[in-house]
């Protein structure tokens, strides 16, 4: 199979659970919206609670946390590279798209999303 496949696949698995996911009062740029979009198709299946909140995630949960001391080039470089067990994302996204991730990322309250915002 593919990796385009499997990120279609993984991509449908996590739009099923994420739509909710946007934590209260949040106002995010067109620039977040996008990153949002892309982190929630992309992402959302290995970082996210996408199920029930008790589940365990695959990688570690994302949020501003991850981005505390400047991080953020080298965790740009685990989006772009991947990781032992993470795929790279630089033959599908533009840099301008991870940016705009990284940019989502960052407003998100530790320790992460879940699919029920609380
Ligand atoms: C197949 C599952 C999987 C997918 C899909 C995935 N990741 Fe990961 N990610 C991981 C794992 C596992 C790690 C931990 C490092 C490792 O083992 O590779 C990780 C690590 C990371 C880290 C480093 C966190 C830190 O603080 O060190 C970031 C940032 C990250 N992922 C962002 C993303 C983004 C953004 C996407 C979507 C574009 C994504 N990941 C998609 C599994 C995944």
Do not use: W
Not at 55 to 69: E, I
Not at 94 to 114: C, H, Q, R, S, Y
């Amino acid at each position: 199979m593919s990796r385009r496949v499997i990120l279609a696949i993984a991509a449908l698995l996590a739009g099923a659970g994420l739509a909710s996911a946007q934590q209260a009062g949040v106002a995010l740029t067109d620039q977040q919206k996008i990153g949002q979009r892309l982190a929630t198709q992309y992402c959302g299946v290995c970082h996210f609670h996408i199920q029930i909140n008790s589940t365990v995630t695959y990688g570690p949960m994302l949020s501003k946390a991850n981005f505390d001391n400047g991080r953020d080039a080298e965790l740009k470089g685990v989006i772009a590279n991947g990781g032992p067990n993470m795929p790279g994302f630089k033959y599908l996204f533009e840099p301008a798209e991870i940016d705009a991730i990284v940019d989502f990322l960052k407003t998100v309250n530790p320790p992460g999303l879940t699919a029920s915002a609380k």
